[in-house]
């Protein structure tokens, strides 16, 4: 089992910044993947962004490319997202998930292909 904690929701205003982290613990042996989704109320969850270790490689939702970054402390099995530049329409619960291994490109952004999630943090973007 893999617990994921996520931390550093919460609220701020259009065109400021806000980082998430996630860290995962309990017994597993790696984690290729570490990503993050989001869901806002009345909608479906959607991909945000996702790191594959084994790759070096980062994928992002069009809606955030060149505003959120995604990283990883390998060593701590933590997962960042900063996010800059932000947007009302960045107003959603975060969630954290990982997969043991890697996906095919095209499979990355689905959500249930993902083997745990976090609870959740709430991101609030006032205008």
């Known amino acids: 089992q893999v617990q994921l904690v996520e931390s550093g929701g919460g609220l701020a205003q259009a065109g400021g910044s806000l980082r998430l982290s996630c860290a995962a613990s309990g017994r597993f042996t790696s984690l290729d993947m570490m990503g993050w989704f989001r869901q806002a109320p009345g909608k479906e969850r959607e991909f945000v962004a996702v790191?594959?270790?084994?790759?070096?490689?980062?994928y992002y939702a069009d809606s955030v490319k060149g505003r959120f970054t995604i990283a990883r402390d390998s060593a701590e099995n933590t997962v960042y997202l900063q996010m800059n530049d932000l947007k009302p329409e960045d107003t959603s619960v975060y969630y954290c998930?990982?997969?043991?291994?890697?996906?095919?490109?095209?499979?990355?952004?689905?959500?249930?292909?993902?083997?745990?999630w976090g609870q959740g943090t709430q991101v609030t973007v006032s205008s």
């Open positions: 998930a990982v997969r043991h291994r890697a996906l095919v490109v095209s499979a990355v952004r689905d959500g249930r292909l993902y083997d745990f």
């Open positions: 790191l594959i270790r084994s790759r070096r490689t980062q």
